[in-house]
């Protein structure tokens, strides 16, 4: 495996496990988007990778937030899992030297 591959790979297995566990505690009506946040968070993580560009993932980590903080903060399963998840996806950028901050470019000397 490469650098970061076993992170990510926990990362994915940990927010596919994040959509078949419980919910609960959430505001009625919120399961479903937090869901949707997931998915979002999954296929940008992919398209990151493979395009080897850094602004996909830190578009996939965005979702992944909002998928946790939708509908408030509670220690449910599958919240708890998807932050796991956004956790491993942190740890796997680290490891394989992905920026997920976007550099500011340096300006010249206006002259």
């Not at 479903?32 to 850094?54: E, F, I, M, S, T």
């Amino acid at each position: 495996m490469t650098r970061g591959h076993g992170w990510f790979l926990g990362a994915g297995v940990l927010a596919v496990a994040s959509l078949g566990l419980p919910w609960t505690g959430q505001l009625s009506g919120t399961g479903h988007p937090a869901r949707v946040a997931v998915l979002a968070a999954l296929a940008l993580a992919v398209v990151g990778l493979r395009r080897r560009q850094d602004r996909w993932l830190t578009a996939a980590l965005a979702a992944a937030g909002v998928g946790v903080l939708l509908g408030g903060v509670d220690a449910s399963p599958g919240r708890v899992a998807l932050a796991a998840a956004a956790t491993c996806l942190v740890l796997g950028c680290r490891a394989a030297g992905h920026r997920l901050v976007p550099a500011r470019r340096a300006r010249g000397a206006a002259s």
